[in-house]
């Protein structure tokens, strides 16, 4: 970089880190949210409606995600922050200046204090004593040296809270997420539309999801359904069902596999995948008078430990298939066998019985169903964002840092003043300490150390 | 007499929000316009209230909104006033008291709006022009009682701990005191703050549906949404800015003198703290009236008893069923997509009526205390009046009460459903 475009740059971070930005835009923004939110807390829109539109709905996530103006405003208020930031960082390696009032301040705040005859190489003794500390001194000679509280933990914990708003932002204004639905043995090529919301569900978008990879693929036995032997769901201490899959993928070429889960999601490309979903897919075959009319899967439906009946509209059936799986022990659930009910319309239940893999059918007025195979399907949830990594890694910023800071703040600050002064005896020295309360103990016993010290007899 | 309690008591607020401005106003000049805006400002809001124009409006929204902004806006100007405004006030005589008018000429309209809401209702259901008159010596009564007050406080020095952070602390909670009803609106921002944030949050960690997630995730996620945590948050929101405020103004370093000893400096550090510390008195005392003001307005509200829908019995809706008092719904027609609603009131007659009403969607009602709520558009309607026709209450149906049981003629509620729903 050269020396102009450092200047600038110096400039710039000036202007946008400068302290009275800080309340001029948290008022700014207060002040927009709170009207917003008073406005629209009474559920009354006779007053509202007005400011609604203007700021784009009251819900923070709808503002953000919604409004370029509000987006815009919080960009700048995260450009000043980190500004503030670096600039508070530059302020840290900075040594502590000291004036006169700085001087009679720590003196009138003097928590205990003494006057020694001055030993002459004083500056050297106490140098050795409080190597490594902070010092300052003015013209007149008085020096103070300041153990204060580590800044590092304040800054990394500033840094988490700036990283998770950074990531809330980025993820606001760029996040994509869908769910594809894969049964055992299905493809799923990349150009295949993926349901996609913008930030939530709430807030639907056209578009789709671009899949990490050429295509997808659930091979047979690859879905671990998360159900004991007793088909109810594992559980554990965060995970209560912990369905997982692995998934076959292509990456240029080469064929690849994750696993995904309920939680946490797997990364894959960048993108974060999960099972948001499991259910059991019966593949149902209707013949009419020996034709067969309907061959196809259902889509994920029944799973023992969740829902186990369902209620299906296939065309072209003239009626509803009324499912209820029918556990059985020893044998996985995409084995179980059905009751199937079939219903018209008007007519209630007009034939039942029990179909599965062992074969098996219903009929009725030339219609037969037969349901010879069940498949597992799982719902992936893919979400493209890298606000979330930035989010996480804010996270735990602002626990290790806010840890950090407490036990720093918690050891406490010492400061110790020397004054060289003439007496009616001869040159003294003045020494005074303060402390804050957590750290007096430990300064008092640096206090005797350091009289002892100063007044001792060096041997030449 | 009712109109002389509810002006004197105005009147005493009035006075407590506009003396202690009048204090920090400094010189008399500035004085007499303290008091003049104030003035001014309560009988704008009287005038506005008492004119044609604003009886248009719905007043009680207008005090809630006014009410909460008005408390939020005293919030943030106290932390401004210890970070940034204090110092400029400080060194320009001319913020100072461009403050302290801008908050006189805005601290009385709501009240003068209230008053005369309250004194008109009066007038009114009393049929005579008597509550003017004892609204006008309430009013006497307080300007006698605050000059009292006054005095008092000027005896014994009150005025040299009257700071204008503080005032930003108190003057909300004194308004509050009296305005009660602005509290419950101050806690739904709080919490639907703390519910957004929330549902960020769930949503950027990736977090799966309730089927995957065990049960004591959910609970703890679940802590946000208590109508518990609302009150807490509402409170520590104004003890948080309060215990800032407080932070700021106890850790600034004392004046030092060049013409005194450490002795002397002691001395007079000591007076100066003591000081500090009565000027941190009222908030002291703000903080724990805020809290008891919100507990007693959440316990008192409770929350909204929406009714789950039952199947209409056949031969009607039984009477026993009613006994409990509460409200009880129930689907009918031939798609069971309609609903009627019935209740045994505290009169001792029974309501059938429509779950809908003729303006809005036919979201429904719950019942809200003594009163049925709106699940729309938010509206209480007093059950007394549950029953009677037009507006906001839910349609009545003409019953008939044999053998324990309502009945009423559902082709005839059908009709009224349908021509409900499409704004018939």
């Not at chain 1, 359904?225 to 069902?241: E, H, M, T």
């Not at chain 1, 169903?369 to 979330?388: F, S």
């Not at chain 2, 809630?64 to 204090?86: E, Q």
Request: net charge positive; with cysteine; aromatic share 8%.
């Amino acid at each position: 970089m050269s020396a102009g475009n450092s200047s600038i740059a110096k400039r710039t971070l000036r202007i946008l880190g400068a302290r009275w930005l800080t309340p001029i835009l948290t008022a700014l923004g207060l002040l927009w949210l709170l009207l917003s939110l008073v406005l629209q807390a009474t559920d009354s829109t006779q007053l509202s409606a007005g400011i609604e539109i203007a700021v784009g709905g009251p819900e923070i996530t709808r503002l953000m995600a919604t409004n370029p103006f509000v987006a815009l405003y919080l960009i700048v208020l995260l450009l000043h922050l980190c500004a503030r930031w670096v600039a508070g960082i530059a302020d840290d390696s900075q040594p502590p200046s000291l004036d006169k009032a700085d001087v009679d301040q720590v003196l009138a705040d003097t928590w205990r204090y003494a006057v020694v005859p001055d030993p002459g190489d004083w500056g050297d003794r106490v140098a050795e004593k409080f190597s490594g500390w902070a010092s300052a001194s003015t013209h007149e000679g008085r020096v103070v040296y300041r153990r204060r509280p580590s800044r590092v933990p304040l800054r990394l914990w500033q840094a988490g809270l700036l990283l998770l708003f950074a990531g809330l932002l980025l993820s606001t204004l760029t996040r994509q997420s869908g769910t594809v639905y894969l049964g055992e043995g299905q493809v799923i090529q990349r150009g295949e539309a993926v349901a996609l919301s913008r930030y939530d569900w709430r807030f639907s978008a056209s578009g789709s999801v671009s899949l990490p990879f050429e295509a997808l693929r659930l091979d047979q036995g690859a879905v671990d359904n998360g159900l004991n032997s007793a088909f109810q769901p594992r559980g554990g201490a965060f995970v209560r069902w912990p369905v997982s899959a692995t998934v076959a993928y292509l990456d240029r070429g080469a064929e690849k596999q994750f696993t995904a889960r309920a939680f946490p999601p797997v990364v894959v490309s960048g993108r974060l995948i999960q099972v948001i979903g499991i259910g059991l897919g019966p593949r149902v075959v209707a013949t009419h008078n020996g034709t067969t009319v309907l061959d196809s899967f259902a889509q994920p439906i029944l799973m023992p430990g969740g829902q186990d009946e369902a209620t299906l509209e296939m065309e072209p059936l003239p009626f509803t298939l009324r499912l209820k799986l029918l556990p059985r022990a020893g044998v996985s659930p995409v084995e179980f066998p059905y009751r199937l009910e079939l219903v018209e319309k008007g007519r209630g239940v007009v034939a039942s019985g029990t179909v599965g893999v062992d074969g098996g059918s219903v009929d009725y007025a030339g219609w037969s169903v037969a349901i010879p195979e069940t498949r597992y399907w799982i719902a992936l949830n893919v979400t493209k964002d890298p606000g979330v990594f930035l989010v996480v890694i804010g996270v735990l910023a602002v626990v290790v840092g806010l840890i950090g800071w407490l036990v720093a703040v918690l050891r406490g600050w010492e400061s110790y003043l020397f004054v060289e002064e003439e007496g009616p005896s001869g040159r003294r020295l003045y020494v005074g300490v303060d402390a804050s309360a957590p750290a007096r103990g430990r300064a008092g016993r640096r206090f005797e150390e350091l009289l002892q010290r100063l007044t001792s007899r060096r041997v030449p | 007499m009712e109109a002389l309690r509810i002006a004197f008591l105005h009147g005493l607020v009035a006075i407590a929000l506009v003396g202690p401005l009048v204090w920090l106003a400094g010189s008399g000049r500035g004085r007499a316009a303290v008091v003049a805006l104030a003035l001014a400002g309560g009988v704008a809001g009287a005038l506005f209230a008492y004119a044609p124009a604003g009886s248009r409006l719905p007043m009680e929204t207008v005090l809630l909104k006014g009410g909460t902004a008005w408390a939020g806006l005293c919030l943030l100007l106290a932390v401004m006033d210890v970070t940034v405004l204090g110092t400029l006030r400080r060194r320009y005589p001319a913020v100072r008291l461009g403050m302290v008018l801008a908050l006189a000429a805005t601290i009385l309209p709501l009240d003068g709006i209230d008053l005369v809401r309250q004194v008109r209702t009066l007038v009114f259901m009393k049929e005579t022009s008597a509550p003017w008159a004892w609204a006008g010596l309430g009013l006497l009564a307080a300007a006698a009682s605050g000059w009292l007050i006054s005095w008092v406080f000027r005896r014994f020095g009150a005025r040299r701990y009257a700071t204008m952070w503080s005032y930003l602390l108190v003057a909300p909670v004194v308004r509050l005191a009296i305005q009660p009803s602005v509290i419950p609106n101050l806690e739904s921002i709080v919490s639907r703050v703390a519910h957004d944030g929330m549902h960020v949050l769930v949503l950027l960690i990736q977090l799966p549906d309730h089927a995957y997630l065990s049960s004591g995730v959910w609970t703890a996620i679940g802590l946000v949404f208590m109508s518990t945590t609302g009150l807490l948050l509402n409170v520590a929101v104004y003890v948080g800015v309060a215990a800032f405020v407080l932070v700021r103004q106890a850790s600034k370093p004392l004046p030092l003198r060049e013409d005194e000893n450490p002795a002397q400096r002691r001395r007079r550090w000591t007076t100066l703290k003591t000081q500090r510390r009565l000027t941190f008195l009222p908030i002291y005392v703000a903080m724990a009236m805020f809290a008891v003001l919100a507990y007693t307005t959440w316990a008192a509200t409770g929350t909204p008893k929406t009714p789950t829908p039952a199947t209409l019995p056949a031969g009607g809706i039984e009477v026993a069923s009613l006994a409990d008092g509460e409200l009880h719904s129930y689907v009918f027609g031939r798609s069971s997509d309609k609903r009627v609603i019935a209740i045994h009131k505290p009169d001792g007659s029974y309501s059938v009526c429509l779950d809908a009403c003729l303006v809005c969607p036919p979201d429904g009602y719950a019942r809200f205390g003594t009163d049925l709520f709106c699940l729309y558009c938010g509206t209480p309607i007093p059950l007394g009046t549950v029953g009677q026709p037009g507006g906001c209450n839910p349609i009545p149906l003409t019953f008939t009460q044999s053998a324990g049981r309502l009945v009423f003629d559902q082709t005839q509620a059908e009709v009224a459903w349908q021509g409900a729903n499409s704004g018939k």
